[in-house]
């Protein structure tokens, strides 16, 4: 079984004129660019990310062009504002968002640590992927007994793909919670931290001891975030269940690894279109969770 996060089907051959929308996003007040926000055309499945030089495009039917455009990115303000306005202008103006982090404390770990959610290559039985728009998928991870931890190392494990046999570029969220609503809330990783797997290796791995970072009483959240961007770009063909016409989809890699899970603190959720959402996918007969196949090492300093 392989799970997609988006999966749509076009019906008919006819389609909207389309036009070019392109542009770049800079940093307010300057021009220095941004590279991979996420563009994504509210009420739609329609979006991209900005490149490296911050630059992004897209074709879209004409009538997108009277939408609001959702845009974000890691360190930065969330905006919303007109696809004309922008189309108008060329560019994107994105505000950072400043606030005080508690002080990090750089130290040696004492060997007291522990794994949570541990994954084995037989656990694994199915997959993430994404079409259309950008989206976050997180998995919560409690803290338990609440004592003091630190964030050690972070396991992602990926799918191989067929139709996608190269490296593939994704950014690595970590998001403390809201006490109210259990959502994920604001970014615990300030530096934008973009990770590449390897078609060879079926795991990402990487030691985040140096950032200091403390679990917070109400666990955290760890984010695998999607980026539209051509090097991440492959097409998927297949017949078409009423014309039998071959239809090409466009999806980005990588296809995130998935597990089930019998704790159901382990929540799965995605951010896309502006908010958080559940996503539940349970096994056949039984209560377990399929969560994305993500590991956290945890220890004491």
């Known amino acids: 079984m392989r799970v997609f996060i988006l999966l749509f089907i076009v019906f ?35 979006g991209t990310s900005s490149n ?73 039985k199915s997959g993430f992927t994404s079409a259309a728009t950008p989206w976050v998928l997180a ?19 990926v799918q191989k793909n067929t139709n996608f046999s190269r490296k593939s570029k994704f950014r690595l969220r ?22 590449e797997s390897d078609p060879e290796k079926d795991f990402v791995s990487i030691d985040m001891s140096a950032f200091g970072i403390k679990i917070p009483k109400e666990g955290i959240y760890i984010g695998l975030e999607w980026l539209f961007l051509p090097y991440n770009w492959y097409t998927v063909g297949y017949e078409h269940p009423i014309t039998k016409e071959k239809v090409l989809e466009d999806y980005f890699a990588p296809t995130f690894a998935a597990v089930y899970q019998k704790n159901q603190n382990y929540r799965t959720m995605v951010y896309g279109l502006g908010e958080w959402s559940d996503f539940a996918i349970k096994a056949q007969g039984n209560r377990e969770n399929l969560v994305p196949a993500i590991s956290i090492k945890l220890s004491k300093k």
Request: negative net charge; charged residues 25%; hydrophobic residues 35%.
């Open 174 to 195: 970590v998001y403390n919670v809201d006490e109210v609503t259990k959502k994920p809330k604001g970014d615990l990783l300030r530096k934008s931290m973009v990770l």
């Open 52 to 124: 490296e030089e911050g630059y992004f495009y897209l074709d879209i039917p004409e009538s997108y062009l009277d939408n609001k455009v959702h845009i974000s990115s890691l360190g930065f303000k969330d905006i919303i504002v007109s696809a004309q306005k922008i189309k108008e202008l060329g560019e994107i103006r994105m505000i950072e968002d400043t606030y005080e982090l508690d002080e990090v404390v750089v130290s040696h770990s004492l060997g007291d640590s522990q794994v949570l959610n541990p994954i084995s290559s037989y656990s694994i």
């Open 139 to 157: 998995l919560y991870f409690p803290n338990v007994s609440a004592s003091k931890k630190y964030l050690e190392k972070v396991t992602i494990y």
């Open 12 to 46: 008919g051959s006819v389609r909207a004129q389309e036009v070019l929308f392109e542009g770049h996003v800079f940093e307010n007040g300057s021009n220095k660019p941004i590279p991979y926000a996420n563009i994504s055309f509210l009420n739609s499945l329609k």
